[in-house]
Structures are given as structure tokens and as C-alpha cells.
């Protein structure tokens, strides 16, 4: 590690930063650990608006955390009406740019008054305090608006990330209960329209609970209408008309709502063929998720924050809506893709709205570098202060670049560990503090408790891999997963006793420094989206010429790993080229495009122990260790290394 080039932050970015040197970051470390309950309360009560003052800080009964209850808040409230009724209300809350180039800034005062009317909708609709909503939309300002107009009401909301397909939202749809979905006809990527609505139509089939279907008129193209159940976003809205009823729309109250009260469901990938309902609750997440805003992203009152996540994500609910909103930021949101219609739309968009923090996936950088360094030379990207990364590792080669060619070697880059269920940043350098080292996320944040350990749940020492756990409960912590709290205390709580397994698999070094090496268990990590082995494979048997299937994610330049699907047929007389292509666009149908394999190898055999677990190791290493690509390979010498597999019955 002693040739590691280590980069400090500049004196000039440490003047203006919000926590300055290690000192200060020590201090804040230790007060958090010494005395968990006084931290956090003395935050809550300063950073958050309160109805009602909690009771008590936390509630601890593992692995049931309840924190700040007696208190009485509404997270809308937070992320809105108190900016709205202070000096914030000109500032802009939302920048949003369409992939066609329309623009919309919406400002702390308009966005109450779109939420208030959004809300005032819902509630005439008969929708109240804890009944579900879905969310299906592209990344438009009323995404954002349907979010806390749920919020407002106390209706908990799950976004569903619009590249997923009809067949996934069905099954979130199902899960949930939920009665009512927002969605939009399409939305513009890549210059084509992604029709949401359709994918609405085909998941409702198997939906009948759903009452009602709200549609905003993003494409205005045609779309069949059912009636009674769909209904126009600006129709609902144009009943306001006249002084009164306006008035009366646009002063929607808040509920005040339990700390506790459920915020959101959103859906991962977990080890199993069916994802996960992470639920998230409104006090504590609305508190680390603002926090880490001003600890990790240094957010002071004049930054243009923007994180390019989907909102359909975690990184979008927490650091494209929730985290920054309450912190009363500005916050640009892009509806398209990164390369259209050229590669400099990133660079392009920080350049006409002055962005100043940039916060964005180790991919969506990889993919950036590989067009050579003309497109960001040919904007002014002086406005960037700080830059971020999250959602993978992020290797030392991307990560100069970025820092080099985007930061102008001026931006200090937050390399950010976090995950769905923690809610909120975990593991992250405090900028104005910390000396970073490219490819570790660093030091852990005030009141996390980290560590890494082997499977007995020993520590394994500096510089030893082992898993990465966290000691302490923290206020935005995952709650349960939705309805399967068994669910939630074996895969997070059983592996090491009274700590949370979090999956991944890290190593600390004689600074103490994080570096996230993975995942331990089957989930894959493809373009920083989490996917399921299972998730895949069951989709894939489901295809009547499959008989098995067994998916591994193999190392990608760019997507840093790629779907590889081993696949055995059916009897039959299979055209293999053809049906290779079925199978990755059967997987794009039952799941969504993003997790399509890149690679389909047929197989007449695949490895298993000899109780009947295939070996992903083994197939994980094959990949690894033959040059075979291309979308369809007959793999018959998999049937010799099945026979030898089999004589071992370890995985
Ligand atoms: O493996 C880790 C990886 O992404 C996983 C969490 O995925 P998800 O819940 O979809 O949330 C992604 C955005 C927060 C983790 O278990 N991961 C996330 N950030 C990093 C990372 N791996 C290494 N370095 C990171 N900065």
C-alpha cells in the first residue's frame, strides 16, 4: 500500500468546509460513540421540525430499533413547508432539465403549492394516512411531487425504477397492497419513449385491488384509458379553478405523523428469487439522511447539488429528494441518459446550471472515459467544488480520472458506502477532513460503528478480508422487511449475534481505512444496481424450453460485473443462436432491460454438490479463467467438470 499516492484536501476547499480537520471529525466520532442517545437527540431537535418533541431517543430491542418516539413529524413538512415559510422560498428546490432539453426550476414556494395539490388530489380520491401508493415514473419533477405528497398524507410510497418491467411492478404492486399507482404515459430516453403506462396496463391484469391509475402527460402520446380507474394528472388538478377552491388545494395540512411512521418501502435484490420490501421509516431517515448531506457532501447554502441516480433507487430517495429537500438544497435532476444525444450531457448540464457538487456511479464513469477526455474539456466545469461516488467499488484508475479531468485535481471525491437498508451514507471521508486513498470509501461517519470479522464474528485485524458488519443501531437503519419481519432477523442479524451483516466483504488498513471489496452472497452488482442470482435464474426457468439455470456475475470494464447465464434446455431441437437471444429478452421482460444477460452459455450439465447446490464458485471461476465470450457458447466440457465438481460437496 506505501506507493498508494494519498490526496489531501486542499487548504482552499478546507477554509469553507462545514467539519474541518481531524480533530473535529474525532471529536464529532467520539461524542457519537460515547453517548449514541445524547447525539442524536441533540441533532434531531436542531436539524428537524417537530409537532410534537420526542419522548425518547431510541428503543433498542434487537433487531427492533425505534427511534425518537412520542415525537410527531411529517417528513413533507421537513422537506418543504418549513423552507417555503422561511427566506428559502425563492431559492430553487428542483432544476430539472428533460432529455428533449425543456426546463423546469421549481422553487421552494411553487414546490409547496404542486405538493399541496397533488396531495389535496390523493386525499379526494379517498386515500389516507397508511394506505400504499406505487410510484412508476421517469425522472420528472412530479416524480418528486407524488413522492412527498405521499409523505404528506402519511401514505407510505415505493417507487419502482421505470427500467423495471411490467412483470416486477406487478409483483411490487402485489406485495405492497397497494390501491393506488402514479405513473406518467412515458418518459424520454435515448431519444425514444419509454411507455410506463403500458407496463402499467399489463401488471394490473393480475392487480385487481388497484382503485385507481394517476396519469401525468409526459410524451403526449396515445394511451388506452380504463375508465373509472385512470385518470388524467391535469384533469384531477384543473377542478381547482376559482381563489377558493385554489386556496383550499394548496393548504393541504401535513399530517402529524409518529416518528415511526412508515415512509417508504423500496424493493432490492436479495439472495432469494424474490426481492425484498426494505422499509423505511420518517424521523431517523429524515435525520442521517440530511445529515450526511452537510457531513459528507459539505452542503452549504449556495451549493447546486446533483446526484444523476434514478429516483426509482435508494440513492435517489435519499440524496435526489430526501436527504438534500431537507437540508433545503438546490437540487438538479436530468430525466435522460448520460450520452444522449452526445457524451458530454453531464458536463453540459454542470456547466449551464452551475453545478457544484456532482455525485455519480463508478460506471457511469467508466463509460465517460472510454469517450476520451474532449467532452468534459469542452465545458467550463469550474462551478465543481466536490464530487461523490456510489453504489460499487470504484478502482483507482476511474477514480484519477474523475478527480484529474472532471475535479481538475481541485474536488476532493466522496467515495460513498452505503446500501438500500442502511438508508443513508455509512462509510464515507468527510471532505474537508479527510486524506482520501482512491478505491476506499475511508473512514466511517459519527454514530457507525463498523467492523469487520470472520465467521464466528471475531475481528479479523488490520489488513485481513473479512465481513463487513455494523455494531450499533443508527437512526435511518432499514425497520423490517415488509411484511417478513422472520425475513429481516435471519438474513441481517443472524450471522453475527446482535450486529448487522451487511453482505459485503471489506478489509481495514493501519489507518483505518474501508475498503469495500463486494459482495458475499449471490447478489450481483451490475452498473451499481444490485441484482439476484435467483432473482435471474427463476425468471429464466420459467422459459419452456429451460430446464436449469444458473446465473454469476462475470468482471465488466465498464458495468464492473455482467449478468452470465449457464443455462440446460429441455429435450428438443433447439436453435441455440436463436434461442439466446429469447432468453435475454425474456430476462429483460420478467425483470427489466438492466438485468438482461450479456452472456447465455448452454450447457448439458451444471455442477452441484451433492446435495443438489450448484456450484456458482465453480462457475465464477470458469468464467474467470476461459476467454469464451460472445452472447451464445456451447459449454460441453462443463459436463466433465460437473462429474469432478460433484465428488467435492462444498460450495
Ligand atoms: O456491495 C455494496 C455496493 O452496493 C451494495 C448496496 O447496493 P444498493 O442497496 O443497491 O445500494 C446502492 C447505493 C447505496 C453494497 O452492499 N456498494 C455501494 N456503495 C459502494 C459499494 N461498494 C463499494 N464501494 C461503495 N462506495
Not at 401508493?133 to 407524488?146: D, G, K, L, S
Not at 453545478?355 to 460506471?363: I, L, R
Not at 450481483?524 to 430446464?547: D, K
Request: proline share 6%; hydrophobic share 40%.
Amino acid at each position: 500500500m506505501s506507493d498508494l499516492k494519498i490526496y489531501p484536501p486542499s487548504a482552499e476547499f478546507v477554509a469553507r468546509a462545514n467539519v474541518k480537520g481531524m480533530d473535529a471529525y474525532r471529536e464529532l466520532y467520539d461524542r457519537a460513540r460515547q453517548d449514541p442517545p445524547k447525539f442524536w437527540s441533540e441533532l434531531a431537535s436542531q436539524e428537524l421540525a417537530w409537532f410534537r418533541p420526542f419522548a425518547q431517543t431510541l428503543e433498542w430491542d434487537p433487531p427492533n430499533a425505534k427511534w425518537f418516539t412520542g415525537g410527531k413529524i411529517n417528513a413533507c413538512y421537513n422537506c418543504v413547508d418549513r423552507h417555503a415559510a422561511s427566506e428559502r422560498k425563492t431559492k430553487p428546490a428542483i432544476i430539472w432539465e428533460g432529455e428533449p432539453g425543456d426546463q423546469r426550476i421549481i422553487t421552494y414556494e411553487e414546490l409547496q403549492r404542486l405538493v399541496s395539490r397533488f396531495a389535496t388530489i390523493l386525499r379526494q380520491l379517498g386515500y389516507k394516512t397508511g394506505d400504499r401508493a406505487v410510484i412508476y415514473m421517469p425522472m420528472i419533477p412530479e416524480a418528486v411531487i407524488a413522492m412527498l405528497a405521499c409523505a404528506r398524507l402519511g401514505i407510505p410510497h415505493s417507487v419502482v425504477f421505470g427500467g423495471f418491467s411490467a412483470e416486477a411492478l406487478k409483483a411490487r404492486i402485489q406485495d405492497l397492497d397497494a390501491w393506488v399507482v402514479i405513473t406518467a404515459d412515458g418518459g424520454w430516453r435515448r431519444g425514444k419513449e419509454v411507455r410506463l403506462k403500458d407496463a402499467v396496463d399489463e401488471a394490473l391484469l393480475e392487480c385487481p385491488d388497484v382503485r385507481n391509475v394517476i396519469v401525468y402527460r409526459r410524451t403526449g402520446s396515445a394511451i388506452p384509458r380504463k375508465e373509472g380507474r385512470d385518470l388524467w394528472w391535469h384533469e384531477q388538478d384543473e377542478q381547482f379553478s376559482g381563489a377558493q377552491l385554489v386556496q383550499m388545494a394548496e393548504t393541504c395540512p401535513a399530517e402529524e405523523l409518529d416518528s415511526e411512521h412508515p415512509l417508504f418501502v423500496l424493493y432490492t435484490s436479495g439472495t432469494t428469487g424474490k426481492p425484498k420490501g426494505i422499509l423505511h421509516t420518517t424521523a431517523g431517515y429524515l435525520l442521517q439522511t440530511s445529515m450526511t448531506m452537510k457531513w459528507v457532501f459539505d452542503l452549504q447554502e449556495d451549493d447546486v447539488f446533483w446526484c444523476t441516480a434514478d429516483v426509482g433507487w435508494v440513492t435517489g430517495h435519499s440524496y435526489v429528494v430526501y436527504g438534500p429537500l431537507t437540508a433545503g438544497a438546490s437540487v438538479v435532476m436530468y430525466e435522460g441518459a448520460p450520452d444522449y444525444p452526445a457524451f458530454d450531457r453531464f458536463w453540459q448540464i454542470v456547466e449551464k446550471y452551475k453545478v457544484t457538487v456532482f455525485y455519480t456511479s463508478p460506471t457511469a464513469i467508466r463509460a465517460l472515459i472510454r469517450q476520451g477526455d474532449k467532452w468534459p474539456e469542452a465545458h467550463d466545469l469550474s462551478s465543481l467544488r466536490l464530487l461523490g461516488s456510489v453504489g460499487e467499488p470504484i478502482n483507482p484508475a476511474a477514480w484519477e480520472w474523475f478527480h484529474r479531468v472532471i475535479g481538475k485535481g481541485r474536488c476532493p471525491i466522496a467515495d460513498t458506502w452505503w446500501q438500500t437498508e442502511t438508508g443513508a451514507i455509512m462509510i464515507a471521508p468527510m471532505p474537508g477532513v479527510v486524506p482520501l486513498k482512491p478505491g476506499s470509501a475511508t473512514l466511517p461517519l459519527p454514530g457507525i460503528i463498523p467492523d469487520i470479522v470472520d465467521t464466528r464474528g471475531v475481528p479479523v485485524g488490520d489488513n485481513r478480508e473479512g465481513f463487513l458488519i455494523i455494531r450499533e443501531p443508527w437512526p435511518s437503519m432499514v425497520r423490517t422487511i415488509w411484511g417478513d419481519p422472520k425475513r429481516f432477523e435471519e438474513q441481517y442479524w443472524s450471522r453475527v449475534p446482535g450486529a448487522y451483516f451487511t453482505g459485503d466483504a471489506a478489509r481495514r488498513d493501519e489507518n483505518g481505512y474501508i475498503w469495500v471489496l463486494g459482495r458475499v452472497d449471490d447478489v450481483m452488482n451490475v452498473s451499481g444496481h444490485r441484482l439476484s442470482t435467483m432473482e435471474i435464474e427463476s425468471a429464466l426457468v420459467h422459459h419452456p424450453a429451460v430446464a436449469e439455470a444458473a446465473v454469476v456475475g462475470k468482471p465488466h470494464e465498464i458495468t464492473g460485473q455482467a449478468v452470465c447465464a449457464f443455462v440446460t434446455l429441455k429435450k428438443g431441437d433447439w436453435d441455440h443462436t436463436a434461442l439466446g437471444k429469447e432468453l435475454r429478452q425474456w430476462v429483460a421482460h420478467e425483470i427489466g432491460p438492466f438485468a438482461r444477460p450479456e452472456e447465455i452459455r448452454f450447457t448439458d450439465a451444471l455442477p452441484k454438490t451433492r446435495s443438489g447446490k450448484i456450484m456458482r464458485r465453480l462457475l465464477r471461476e470458469i468464467i474467470a479463467s476461459n476467454g469464451v465470450t460472445g452472447d451464445v457458447t456451447t459449454l460441453e466440457d462443463l459436463t466433465v467438470v460437473t462429474a469432478l465438481a460433484s465428488q467435492h460437496d462444498d460450495d
